[in-house]
């Protein structure tokens, strides 16, 4: 009998190993499906607002009114995803302790086929009224369902440049470079970022940008794929009157562990401060 009773436990453990197999993300690996037609197509960035338009001033959650004088930020690579988004959290991600599964080249789950990549690290004026052109790729033709941004500091890495020289002194060595003014009831605030972000696991890559945009090649649907920063989004949860340290031009800054340097910080890596649409000739 205690045979027979072990042998019905085994066959309940494999049982749940199996059905726990079945719902795992199929697979962790970085493997990229080659299927669909070769295209080309355009790709571009624009510094928004949530309602869509381009920046101007904008209340946030907080209660202040923002208005930003200027705004650069380091943009690429950019991967599209053919895939849908997956979730970083689960019950089942909690047996890996809620680490992303990462690619050793980028981090990526997977998602599918890769339709197409700006492999260039571009500055862009996110105040611009038109979106900055980051180049045309090879792609393959499908629905980009996801999007994967990297924010790496100007030169990281060795990748190779999109923008001239005279952009990237800009930035001053920074990830994005921001400076406007802030006002609430009485108080008025003249605000100055520099915001390099830490280089500890993949703090330095957007994943999980949800689109729905059909890619296909120029010659068929011209236009081009633009992805959105929203710079409400990014600013949103600060807190100006925690600035407490200036500049020599009488600007508050986002000092290192300062609430509105670790609000900016986590809304820069929120997927949900982008978008990802397609925009007519």
């Given at each position: 009998?205690?045979?027979?009773?072990?042998?019905?436990?085994?066959?309940?453990?494999?049982?749940?190993?199996?059905?726990?197999?079945?719902?795992?993300?199929?697979?962790?690996?970085?493997?990229?499906?080659?299927?669909?037609?070769?295209?080309?197509?355009?790709?571009?960035?624009?510094?928004?607002?949530?309602?869509?338009?381009?920046?101007?001033?904008?209340?946030?959650?907080?209660?202040?009114?923002?208005?930003?004088?200027?705004?650069?930020?380091?943009?690429?690579?950019?991967?599209?995803?053919?895939g849908e988004p997956m979730a970083r959290t689960g019950p089942l991600m909690h047996l890996f302790g809620?680490?992303?599964?990462?690619?050793?080249?980028?981090?990526?789950?997977?998602?599918?086929?890769?339709?197409?990549?700006?492999?260039?690290?571009?500055?862009?004026?996110?105040?611009?009224?038109?979106?900055?052109?980051?180049?045309?790729?090879?792609?393959?033709?499908?629905?980009?369902?996801?999007?994967?941004?990297?924010?790496?500091?100007?030169?990281?890495?060795?990748?190779?440049?999109?923008?001239?020289?005279?952009?990237?002194?800009?930035?001053?060595?920074?990830?994005?470079?921001?400076?406007?003014?802030?006002?609430?009831?009485?108080?008025?605030?003249?605000?100055?970022?520099?915001?390099?972000?830490?280089?500890?696991?993949?703090?330095?890559?957007?994943?999980?940008?949800?689109?729905?945009?059909?890619?296909?090649?120029?010659?068929?649907?011209?236009?081009?794929?633009?992805?959105?920063?929203?710079?409400?989004?990014?600013?949103?949860?600060?807190?100006?009157?925690?600035?407490?340290?200036?500049?020599?031009?009488?600007?508050?800054?986002?000092?290192?562990?300062?609430?509105?340097?670790?609000?900016?910080?986590?809304?820069?890596?929120?997927?949900?401060?982008?978008?990802?649409?397609?925009?007519?000739?």
């Open positions: 009998m205690m045979r027979i009773s072990a042998l019905r436990r085994t066959k309940k453990l494999l049982a749940s190993a199996t059905l726990l197999l079945a719902f795992l993300p199929q697979p962790f690996s970085c493997s990229v499906e080659t299927a669909g037609k070769a295209i080309r197509f355009r790709t571009a960035v624009q510094g928004a607002i949530g309602d869509g338009q381009s920046v101007t001033a904008f209340e946030t959650s907080r209660g202040w009114t923002v208005e930003l004088e200027s705004a650069h930020s380091v943009f690429g690579p950019v991967y599209f995803y053919g809620g680490v992303a599964m990462a690619c050793p080249t980028h981090a990526q789950y997977d998602y599918g086929a890769v339709l197409g990549e700006v492999i260039e690290q571009y500055v862009i004026d996110l105040l611009a009224d038109a979106p900055t052109s980051t180049g045309e790729v090879q792609g393959e033709a499908g629905t980009c369902h996801t999007a994967e941004l990297h924010l790496h500091p100007p030169g990281d890495q060795q990748l190779p440049a999109g923008s001239s020289q005279a952009e990237f002194a800009k930035l001053d060595g920074y990830s994005i470079v921001i400076e406007g003014t802030a006002t609430r009831d009485a108080s008025t605030i003249p605000f100055r970022v520099a915001l390099d972000i830490p280089d500890e696991g993949t703090m330095r890559i957007v994943q999980n940008i949800a689109g729905e945009v059909e890619l296909d090649d120029e010659s068929v649907r011209p236009g081009r794929i633009v992805v959105q920063i929203l710079l409400d989004a990014w600013l949103d949860k600060v807190d100006f009157s925690t600035l407490t340290e200036t500049d020599g031009d009488g600007n508050y800054l986002f000092s290192d562990d300062t609430q509105a340097r670790t609000a900016l910080l986590q809304a820069v890596r929120n997927r949900y401060s982008y978008r990802v649409d397609w925009r007519e000739p």
